[in-house]
């Protein structure tokens, strides 16, 4: 599409197949015949080093993911402006903003997928704790680790899968936007300013959409605002209004 903003990119891309949001390191036996490999981590750093193989003059990273895989962007966003320090690095995470902050959630999930030996060891990560490793968390600590690092994310209100998962954790599907708007505040309140475009709709993800070059909310098209938002330009947030609509 000629309105594609990444159409001269190079693209480095990570498939998705060990259920830990690409952080784990770990061989988990769940029950008899259950065995995962959660290996996540292991897959993306390798990503990771073949991008830095093959691009190491990159000026300009940009990190997305959709659904799961938007989870770790701003992690990995760390890590490259780490390998790749002259680079403008900017995250776009795509349907992720009503993940749960609960300590026993995120404890088990860190144990079990062995993420806890996968978190960077920057000074900013001193002293934490299990409990506290959050989808929010990796905005904040990647944010406090490389305060130049953009971050950016993409959310449907009414997003119907992350109701389903909310859902579990007893929250009602009419709640969702207020968990997302309530994420960003928390992201924000710890200083690390979060760029949002939040869409209309019980949607998903739009990134590898047709929806991506049509999507508009308040007269600001999707394309747009990533456009300039990778373009290193300053956009402002975009939030629906009549947010059932559409």
């Known amino acids: 599409d000629e309105g594609n903003p990444f159409a001269d990119y190079s693209v480095v891309y990570?498939?998705?197949?060990?259920?830990?949001?690409?952080?784990?390191?770990a061989t988990t036996d769940y029950e008899p015949g259950l065995t995962v490999h959660h290996k996540g981590f292991v897959n993306g750093?390798?990503?990771l080093d073949r991008l830095v193989a093959?691009?190491?003059?990159?000026?300009?990273?940009?990190?997305?993911?959709?659904?799961?895989?938007?989870?770790?962007?701003?992690?990995y966003a760390g890590l490259v402006s780490d390998r790749l320090p002259g680079a403008r690095v900017t995250v776009l995470a795509d349907g992720s903003g009503a993940s749960i902050d609960?300590?026993?959630?995120?404890?088990?999930?860190?144990?079990?997928?062995?993420?806890?030996?996968?978190?960077?060891?920057?000074?900013?990560?001193?002293g934490m704790t299990a409990e506290q490793w959050s989808a929010q968390r990796l905005f904040i600590q990647s944010g406090r680790h490389d305060p130049d690092i953009v971050f950016a994310r993409h959310d449907y209100a009414y997003d119907e899968q992350q109701s389903g998962a909310a859902s579990h954790f007893g929250v009602p599907a009419q709640d969702l936007l207020s968990l997302i708007d309530g994420n960003e505040t928390q992201i924000e309140g710890a200083g690390v300013n979060l760029r949002s475009y939040v869409a209309p709709g019980d949607g998903h993800t739009v990134l590898t959409d047709g929806l991506f070059y049509t999507e508009e909310v308040n007269g600001q098209s999707l394309v747009d605002w990533v456009?300039?938002?990778?373009?290193?330009?300053?956009?402002?947030?975009?939030?629906?209004?009549?947010?059932?609509?559409?």
């Not at 990159?58 to 938007?70: F, L, P, Y």
């Not at 088990?108 to 996968?118: D, F, M, N, P, R």
Request: proline residues 10%; charged residues 15%.
């Open 14 to 25: 990570v498939p998705y197949c060990t259920g830990d949001v690409h952080l784990g390191n």
């Open 45 to 47: 750093t390798a990503a």
């Open 54 to 75: 093959a691009f190491p003059g990159a000026t300009e990273v940009v990190v997305m993911g959709e659904s799961a895989g938007s989870v770790p962007t701003p992690l």
């Open 102 to 126: 609960s300590p026993d959630l995120n404890a088990l999930l860190v144990e079990a997928w062995g993420a806890e030996s996968t978190f960077p060891a920057w000074p900013e990560n001193a």
């Open 227 to 246: 456009t300039r938002l990778i373009a290193g330009e300053p956009v402002d947030d975009v939030h629906c209004s009549d947010c059932r609509a559409g």
